[in-house]
């Protein structure tokens, strides 16, 4: 098995890591799983109005049951003998065969895989939460060994915020945990330094050179310890000391007009500029990086800023090291590797985060068109993948034309809409086009008139009609009977096969039109920015949650099956394909050009750090 690079993996990352990648051919390992926070969390679109869009989809539900699923992880552990092994037993004879166990259970299996992919010199950083920081801290001991245990980071992730009307009975819990690890003694490591604080510069560099203008401080430069610590004894500007330099130095130091006297007989000093002091080395407590909001926001409300995993990549990797992240939601990971001239792997388990990923990719590295497996590619993979899991499956189909996911497992609350897509109709008009997966054989003309019903209610210019399976001549008649509009250019109601997009001979003429990511761009050029949820404001507002499904509540988890995904069999077969954009392009009457918006990298993230460069 060898490991590839650059490369999405729409899949579990347990069978991903188990079955793609080679042990130790990873440097470093960033994780932000799902924190056991009992949340659903959605994907917020906005409409290119700046509406908040009635579009949300689940992304992922981050409530764990214990059941025969994770029983079978836990004697999977068992029967490893390792060290890990005796601790997670233990934990179970602690806390019994609870969701926090489940949890445990499920990450204690990825974290022995993760550390059986890292280089010897390699490192993982676990992002979690106090939740349960402290049972995969010892579960983490266990597997990498005590000794390997390098920082536990604190990173402030949010501002202060008074709970108190919600029912809190407790102080504010604004903190994130990231567990930082090494592989062995040897890791890889560069300084990072922060700014310094300016009361620190007004206190400490409190001199002004006239001429130039620079800041200085005057230090000590004797030498502590004297003769004994081997410090030499001599006379410059008539004070005779030990110093902490040897005579040649200080010589050239006098030279350079470095060493002062305040006045004839006190004791020299040397001037040290602040312009030249790298800054603060960065500790492990983390309060200047913001969370992920305004511009940098892709509405994934679990989304990392990237100036957080810019610092740990940096600290923790070189250039052309590989960074893999096994959780990587809408890839803010393969974004900062992407900019510092690293390798990547990213695996999500849920479509959503790779059309995300994708999109942002497409606008931030417009020259990047990274391999994605474990999407359909053939008419029998998507077959598969809708046997497996209806709501991925719609929501990758939706994506082939470019749609955005929308929809989820509450019954009825789409009226059948699994996607939908932004267009412009002219100068600040957009035209919304609303579309309807089907994943099974039996199709009737009675779907096409439900579809065409829903698009007249939604007030939607267009409705797409997706299918698995060929539709009859008289399902096609009916769409065609609603018409056009823009004066022609375009079907009211359209339908399109999936293996007419696989195979790239779909006739599906659409307008240019927005994605994930240049949606948000346009709705931000007019309206207020969405701020993301808070984890408060997603625990208490209906707003960012759709129900947990009866089935959802009793789901077990299998060892081999995808942590979150209820209900199917796991990922069978994971498929190389590239990305070209919507497939359809090349044989599309007119050609189909998404809207793009280019932000600077620059501006997304940018954070002040200075490094230096070094292996310990
Ligand atoms: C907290 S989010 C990660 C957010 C990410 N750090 C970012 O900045 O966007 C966790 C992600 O893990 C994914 N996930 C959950 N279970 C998974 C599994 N078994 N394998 C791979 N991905 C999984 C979810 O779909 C979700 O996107």
Redesign the pocket.
């Given at each position: 098995m060898q490991t590839s690079t650059n490369q999405l993996y729409f899949g579990?990352?347990?069978d991903v890591l188990r079955h793609h990648i080679q042990s130790a051919s990873i440097d470093l390992v960033y994780l932000?799983?799902?924190f056991n926070s009992k949340a659903n969390y959605n994907l917020l679109y906005k409409e290119p109005t700046g509406k908040k869009s009635a579009a949300q989809v689940r992304?992922?539900q981050d409530t764990w049951h214990w059941g025969p699923d994770a029983a079978a992880a836990f004697d999977n552990i068992l029967e490893s003998r390792t060290p890990a092994a005796g601790i997670v037993r233990a934990l179970h004879s602690f806390l019994g065969p609870t969701d926090l166990m489940a949890y445990l259970t499920m990450m204690a299996v990825r974290l022995i895989e993760l550390h059986r992919v890292l280089k010897p010199t390699g490192s993982l950083y676990l992002h979690c939460d106090p939740t349960a920081s402290h049972y995969l801290k010892i579960i983490l001991d266990a597997i990498f060994g005590p000794t390997c245990f390098r920082t536990e980071i604190s990173w402030k992730r949010q501002s202060a915020h008074n709970d108190a009307k919600q029912g809190r009975v407790q102080y504010g819990n604004i903190r994130d945990v990231i567990l930082f690890y090494s592989k062995s003694e040897r890791w890889t490591w560069n300084w990072l330094y922060t700014p310094y604080d300016q009361r620190y510069v007004d206190n400490f560099y409190k001199h002004v050179e006239r001429d130039t203008g620079r800041r200085y401080t005057l230090s000590d430069i004797t030498g502590p310890g004297g003769a004994a610590k081997g410090n030499p004894e001599y006379e410059i500007m008539g004070v005779k000391r030990f110093w902490r330099y040897s005579r040649t130095r200080m010589d050239e130091l006098i030279s350079a007009g470095r060493i002062v006297q305040a006045k004839p007989g006190a004791v020299p000093r040397e001037k040290r500029y602040l312009d030249e002091m790298p800054g603060v080395s960065l500790q492990n407590d983390w309060n200047d990086i913001l969370p992920a909001g305004g511009k940098e926001s892709l509405g994934?409300a679990?989304?990392?800023p990237l100036a957080l995993l810019k610092r740990i990549i940096e600290a923790s990797s070189n250039k052309g090291d590989v960074v893999l992240d096994?959780?990587?939601?809408?890839?803010?990971?393969v974004h900062a590797a992407l900019g510092l001239e690293r390798r990547w792997i990213g695996?999500?388990?849920?479509h959503v985060?790779i059309q995300v990923i994708l999109d942002r990719l497409k606008k931030f590295f417009p020259g990047e068109h990274p391999a994605v497996r474990g999407r359909p590619e053939d008419l029998e993979g998507a077959r598969e993948l809708a046997r497996r899991d209806k709501y991925q499956f719609q929501w990758w189909a939706a994506s082939l034309i470019g749609g955005q996911a929308r929809g989820g497992e509450k019954k009825g609350a789409d009226r059948g809409v699994d996607g939908e897509m932004f267009f412009k109709r002219g100068h600040n008009h957009f035209g919304r086009a609303i579309i309807s997966v089907k994943g099974g054989d039996n199709l009737s003309p009675s779907m096409v008139r439900d579809l065409a019903g829903t698009r007249e209610q939604e007030n939607a210019d267009m409705g797409i009609f997706i299918c698995l399976a060929e539709p009859t001549s008289q399902m096609k008649s009916t769409a065609a009977a609603y018409g056009s509009f823009d004066e022609g250019a375009y079907p009211r109601i359209a339908i399109v096969t999936i293996a007419e997009l696989l195979q790239r001979q779909s006739q599906l003429v659409l307008p240019p039109h927005f994605d994930t990511v240049t949606v948000r761009d346009e709705a931000r050029k007019r309206g207020p920015v969405l701020k993301p949820p808070t984890q408060a404001q997603i625990r208490r507002e209906p707003e960012f949650m759709l129900s947990i499904s009866a089935k959802a509540r009793t789901r077990q988890l299998l060892l081999d099956e995808?942590?979150?995904v209820a209900e199917h069999r796991p990922t069978t077969r994971l498929l190389r394909q590239k990305v070209e954009g919507p497939a359809f392009h090349q044989r599309s009457v007119v050609e189909q050009r998404p809207l793009g918006f280019a932000d600077s990298e620059e501006e997304f993230g940018a954070e002040r750090l200075t490094r230096k460069r070094g292996r310990r």
């Amino acid at each position: 098995m060898q490991t590839s690079t650059n490369q999405l993996y729409f899949g579990d990352c347990l069978d991903v890591l188990r079955h793609h990648i080679q042990s130790a051919s990873i440097d470093l390992v960033y994780l932000d799983p799902p924190f056991n926070s009992k949340a659903n969390y959605n994907l917020l679109y906005k409409e290119p109005t700046g509406k908040k869009s009635a579009a949300q989809v689940r992304t992922f539900q981050d409530t764990w049951h214990w059941g025969p699923d994770a029983a079978a992880a836990f004697d999977n552990i068992l029967e490893s003998r390792t060290p890990a092994a005796g601790i997670v037993r233990a934990l179970h004879s602690f806390l019994g065969p609870t969701d926090l166990m489940a949890y445990l259970t499920m990450m204690a299996v990825r974290l022995i895989e993760l550390h059986r992919v890292l280089k010897p010199t390699g490192s993982l950083y676990l992002h979690c939460d106090p939740t349960a920081s402290h049972y995969l801290k010892i579960i983490l001991d266990a597997i990498f060994g005590p000794t390997c245990f390098r920082t536990e980071i604190s990173w402030k992730r949010q501002s202060a915020h008074n709970d108190a009307k919600q029912g809190r009975v407790q102080y504010g819990n604004i903190r994130d945990v990231i567990l930082f690890y090494s592989k062995s003694e040897r890791w890889t490591w560069n300084w990072l330094y922060t700014p310094y604080d300016q009361r620190y510069v007004d206190n400490f560099y409190k001199h002004v050179e006239r001429d130039t203008g620079r800041r200085y401080t005057l230090s000590d430069i004797t030498g502590p310890g004297g003769a004994a610590k081997g410090n030499p004894e001599y006379e410059i500007m008539g004070v005779k000391r030990f110093w902490r330099y040897s005579r040649t130095r200080m010589d050239e130091l006098i030279s350079a007009g470095r060493i002062v006297q305040a006045k004839p007989g006190a004791v020299p000093r040397e001037k040290r500029y602040l312009d030249e002091m790298p800054g603060v080395s960065l500790q492990n407590d983390w309060n200047d990086i913001l969370p992920a909001g305004g511009k940098e926001s892709l509405g994934y409300a679990t989304q990392k800023p990237l100036a957080l995993l810019k610092r740990i990549i940096e600290a923790s990797s070189n250039k052309g090291d590989v960074v893999l992240d096994p959780f990587c939601g809408c890839g803010t990971t393969v974004h900062a590797a992407l900019g510092l001239e690293r390798r990547w792997i990213g695996i999500d388990i849920t479509h959503v985060a790779i059309q995300v990923i994708l999109d942002r990719l497409k606008k931030f590295f417009p020259g990047e068109h990274p391999a994605v497996r474990g999407r359909p590619e053939d008419l029998e993979g998507a077959r598969e993948l809708a046997r497996r899991d209806k709501y991925q499956f719609q929501w990758w189909a939706a994506s082939l034309i470019g749609g955005q996911a929308r929809g989820g497992e509450k019954k009825g609350a789409d009226r059948g809409v699994d996607g939908e897509m932004f267009f412009k109709r002219g100068h600040n008009h957009f035209g919304r086009a609303i579309i309807s997966v089907k994943g099974g054989d039996n199709l009737s003309p009675s779907m096409v008139r439900d579809l065409a019903g829903t698009r007249e209610q939604e007030n939607a210019d267009m409705g797409i009609f997706i299918c698995l399976a060929e539709p009859t001549s008289q399902m096609k008649s009916t769409a065609a009977a609603y018409g056009s509009f823009d004066e022609g250019a375009y079907p009211r109601i359209a339908i399109v096969t999936i293996a007419e997009l696989l195979q790239r001979q779909s006739q599906l003429v659409l307008p240019p039109h927005f994605d994930t990511v240049t949606v948000r761009d346009e709705a931000r050029k007019r309206g207020p920015v969405l701020k993301p949820p808070t984890q408060a404001q997603i625990r208490r507002e209906p707003e960012f949650m759709l129900s947990i499904s009866a089935k959802a509540r009793t789901r077990q988890l299998l060892l081999d099956e995808p942590l979150l995904v209820a209900e199917h069999r796991p990922t069978t077969r994971l498929l190389r394909q590239k990305v070209e954009g919507p497939a359809f392009h090349q044989r599309s009457v007119v050609e189909q050009r998404p809207l793009g918006f280019a932000d600077s990298e620059e501006e997304f993230g940018a954070e002040r750090l200075t490094r230096k460069r070094g292996r310990r």
